[in-house]
Every structure is written in C-alpha cells, then in structure tokens.
Nanobody, 119 residues
C-alpha cells in the first residue's frame, strides 16, 4: 500500500504565496509521475500541475504562477503557488503513479488539503 499525505494548505490573502507538500510512503519501488489536482465547491476535480521525469505540465489557469517540483530521494512533491487569486480556492489533492515493491503499478491519491484565498 502507498499513502500520500499533503500539507501546507491554509488561508492566504489574494496576491500571496503558499507552498504545498506531499509525502509518499509505503511499498514504493519507484514513483512514476506526480501531480496536483484541485476541486472547488460545485466543480469537478481538475489538473493543476503534473511532473514526470524531465517533463512538467500546467493548467492554463495557473501557468506563470505555479511551480511543481519533486524530490525523488525523499518521495516528495511540492507545489509553489504565487500571486494567488480568489479562484484558486479549492481542496488540493496530490496524486502519484507508483511502481510497487514486489511488482505492480497503482495510482494513488492523498486526502487533500484546503487552500482558501481571501480578498
């Protein structure tokens, strides 16, 4: 089994910054891709940013304001968010594609961390 635990969410004023972290643990052989999704009230969960080996991808709505990075030695993924807007308010979920010790592959999700941007 693999567990993903997010941290770093909270309340921030518009224009401010926040860094989210996600730690993966468990029966991990190697982590393939890692990413962040978000879900605002009444909306579907959508991609914020994703990082694969040597490649990153961002939603158009966050390009230039958000940076995703990873620390493979510690199975961590970060999401640095700057110039936050009211519309960035959502629950942010970490996800990872994991090759498991003993074989197999699975896609895992964290429980989410709330980000609230105030005016």
């Amino acid at each position: 089994q693999v567990q993903l635990v997010e941290s770093g969410g909270g309340l921030v004023q518009a224009g401010g910054s926040l860094q989210l972290s996600c730690a993966a643990s468990g029966s991990i052989s190697r982590i393939d891709s890692m990413g962040w999704y978000r879900q605002a009230p009444g909306k579907q969960r959508s991609l914020v940013a994703r990082i694969d080996t040597g490649d990153t991808r961002y939603a158009d709505s966050v390009k230039g304001r958000v940076t995703i990075s990873r620390d493979d030695a510690r199975n961590l993924v970060y999401l640095q968010m700057d110039s936050l807007k009211l519309e960035d308010t959502a629950i942010y979920y970490c996800t990872a594609g994991v090759y498991l010790r003993g074989g197999g592959w699975g896609n895992y999700w964290g429980q989410g961390t709330q980000v609230t941007v105030s005016s």
